[in-house]
């Protein structure tokens, strides 16, 4: 999805994402965040763990990769987002987030745990 109107990183490319509301947990709201911004169902035995970061002394990423999911993908939040794309991870745009950026590399590379600096 392409960030609009956040004050943080409009116009890139992200994936859904959001923090996890206080007593849920890190699938839970992975399945809520999916649901809510890309309009689609995920179960929870369908996520596969890839990828935890550490923005310095700011937030914690968890990324799952969701094996399947049901419904049809739409921008769930377009107050939020202005238009949704399939990405090819061996060929990404140059117009994604840093930390997308980061995960992707770390993938490649076989990396659990990546420490970052924010930069945007």
């Known amino acids: 999805m392409r960030r ?3 004050g943080w990183a409009d116009g890139l490319l992200t994936v859904p994402a959001g923090h996890v509301d206080k007593g849920h947990g890190i699938i839970e709201s992975a399945i809520k965040e999916t ?17 935890v ?5 700011e937030y914690v990423n968890f990324y799952f990769l969701a094996q399947q999911f049901s419904g049809e993908p739409i921008i769930g939040e377009p107050d939020m987002a202005s238009e949704g794309i ?4 061996e060929n990404l745009p140059s117009d994604i987030v840093p930390p997308l950026k980061n995960l992707f590399t770390q993938m490649q590379n076989g990396r659990y745990f990546s420490e970052i600096n924010r930069t945007l």
């Not at 179960?43 to 990828?51: A, K």
């Not at 399939?86 to 991870?89: A, E």
């Open 53 to 57: 970061d550490y923005l310095k002394d």
């Open 86 to 89: 399939w990405l090819n991870k």
């Open 4 to 6: 609009a109107n956040t």
């Open 35 to 51: 649901k809510e911004e890309a309009g689609v169902i995920v179960e929870p035995t369908d996520l596969q763990f890839v990828h």
